[in-house]
């Protein structure tokens, strides 16, 4: 379950994402499966192959694209959430969800 964005906040992405740019939405979540992990940052984009090639920038594998409703989306999580975020200049997420 998502906590702590705005409906326009999602709405923004969703935005982005249907036009075929890389979007990024953190949030708080708690998933009891990821002890300790208090945040998920969704890269979506719509546009698959730009997707497949964003993950692939980033080392990270393809086939962990989450294919649902009408958003694809990669999760981030712990460091490499950290690493993108810092990598992508969005200071404003690590400083919004206390991640640094």
Avoid at 15 to 29: F, M, N, P, S, V
Wanted: with cysteine.
């Amino acid at each position: 379950m998502a906590f702590g964005i705005s409906r326009s906040e999602l709405n923004e992405w969703k935005r982005k994402c249907k036009q075929g740019e890389i979007a990024y939405l953190t949030h708080y979540w708690l998933d009891p499966r990821f002890e300790g992990l208090k945040t998920v940052t969704k890269v979506g984009c719509c546009d698959l192959d730009r997707l497949q090639d964003w993950c692939k920038e980033y080392s990270l594998n393809p086939a962990y694209i989450h294919h649902r409703d009408q958003y694809p989306h990669y999760d981030l999580l712990g460091k490499k959430q950290l690493e993108v975020l810092n990598n992508e200049n969005l200071t404003d997420h690590l400083v919004r969800f206390k991640l640094i």
